[in-house]
């Protein structure tokens, strides 16, 4: 009942800021996003949202983004407004990357800016190393998916069978996880339940991870980083840098693994400075 009540709040988030709800069908689902159709856009931006999330994790920056872009929000598989058909539990990574691909082919002809969060992140860069034609610009926040040592340890931070673990879990995403937030915690324990968050990390097999595929890139690229991130270390940073390293790097103090949402403000103004900087060719 609560996330629905939030669920409807999102969507008329959304519709305030001129986005327009969509989908496409896929055998996994119907494939839910938010379309905000500039009339004269330098170009267009495809948002991918992390595990647990949905769309909505980009309102907070959205202002910025639409004043000048074309963009598109996703939900991914099984999450915000794309629910899963029936006898389906949850996508698998491989099912997530064909997602994503047939959303791409689905909305735009166009070179375009992809921007990707945490797991989202981690679809994103496969996408660009295999698709590097489409891209003009790689925008990577606190991305998953980056192997290090000690990056296996995240199963067990994702094992969340009780409402304990939810609150270690939220407690590791952000820098302050917000105290009004609290009282929601078991509403998003039963969630990510029913989304079985467990076993979409527990499904990810260590030929997933992004090696070869960062070496690949040959795009501009640009790191966000929440410095305060206890889910995913910063590690990855130096990781992505040595594979990539004419990368832009953004850290941002006093922040987790969520900037989005933990300091919007900034990370507005990183965008800011990203798109200026393709303005006159990249988009």
Not at 108 to 121: A, D, H, K, M, R
Not at 173 to 199: C, E, G, V
Request: contains cysteine; glycine residues 6%.
């Amino acid at each position: 009942m609560l996330i629905d009540l939030v669920q409807k709040l999102v969507r008329s988030a959304f519709w305030r800021l001129g986005m327009e709800s969509r989908s496409i069908e896929l055998e996994s689902c119907v494939l839910h996003y938010f379309e905000y159709p500039h009339p004269t856009p330098r170009g267009t931006i495809v948002l991918v949202h992390g595990l647990g999330t949905s769309s909505s994790t980009w309102l907070k920056i959205l202002p910025i983004l639409i004043k000048n872009h074309r963009v598109i929000a996703l939900d991914l598989q099984g999450f915000g407004f794309s629910d899963l058909k029936p006898g389906k539990s949850f996508c698998t990574m491989s099912e997530h990357r064909a997602a994503l691909s047939t959303l791409v082919e689905h909305v735009t002809q166009s070179p375009f800016t992809l921007v990707g969060q945490s797991f989202g992140g981690w679809l994103s860069v496969r996408y660009a190393a295999e698709h590097p034609r489409r891209i003009t610009r790689l925008i990577l926040i606190n991305t998953a998916g980056i192997y290090y040592r000690g990056v296996e340890d995240l199963r067990e931070l994702f094992a969340i069978e009780t409402t304990a673990d939810m609150r270690r879990l939220l407690d590791a995403l952000w820098y302050r996880y917000p105290w009004y937030f609290k009282p929601f915690t078991t509403a998003i324990f039963r969630d990510l339940s029913q989304r079985n968050i467990s076993d979409i990390v527990a499904s990810i097999d260590a030929k997933d991870f992004l090696v070869e595929e960062l070496a690949q890139l040959r795009l501009p690229v640009s790191v966000i980083w929440g410095k305060d991130d206890n889910v995913i270390s910063s590690a990855s940073v130096d990781v992505i840098k040595k594979f990539v390293p004419g990368c832009n790097v953004y850290l941002i103090s006093r922040c987790g693994h969520v900037p989005q949402l933990e300091r919007p403000e900034e990370v507005k103004r990183i965008f800011t400075s990203i798109l200026t900087q393709g303005v006159h060719g990249l988009d």
